[in-house]
């Protein structure tokens, strides 16, 4: 605990431990001025207003490194955003495969990306 002489402004450093639970008076070392400092509360005596944790993100202070809390909603939508990627690259490599002759028809270099596509796969 920091105390300051309200005489002569100095710091001193003290153990909080020192002081009793009523306070104590203390003298500066300083300019010899003395006062009685009453021990800091341990827990505040003053209604805090209490804000839920819950759900929605929880926005930081600019420059800190406390990491943002996520709510289960979004992690969902991230689940679900990915199946349908997975679907649809799915959906869009099996329309590929039963179009393949039509595609080639229609624009012979796509045989050429099939060719490469079937050598990966192994065909
Ligand atoms: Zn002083």
Redesign the pocket.
């Known amino acids: 605990m920091i105390l300051k002489?309200?005489?002569?402004?100095?710091h001193f450093l003290i153990d909080s431990n020192d002081l009793s639970p009523e306070g104590r008076r203390v003298k500066?070392?300083?300019?010899?001025?003395v006062w009685f400092v009453e021990p800091k509360p341990l827990i505040s005596s003053k209604k805090e207003e209490i804000t839920s944790l819950h759900p929605e993100n929880t926005p930081i202070v600019s420059g800190s490194n406390l990491p943002v809390l996520v709510s289960a909603s979004d992690v969902n939508k991230a689940n679900s955003l990915w199946l349908l990627v997975v679907l649809l690259t799915i959906l869009i490599g099996f329309l590929l495969w039963i179009g393949k002759e039509s595609i080639i028809r229609i624009w012979p270099f796509s045989n050429y990306f099939y060719s490469i596509l079937y050598s990966i796969l192994g065909y």
Not at 28 to 33: A, I
């Open positions: 002489c309200l005489q002569c402004f100095s500066c070392g300083k300019c010899g001025h």
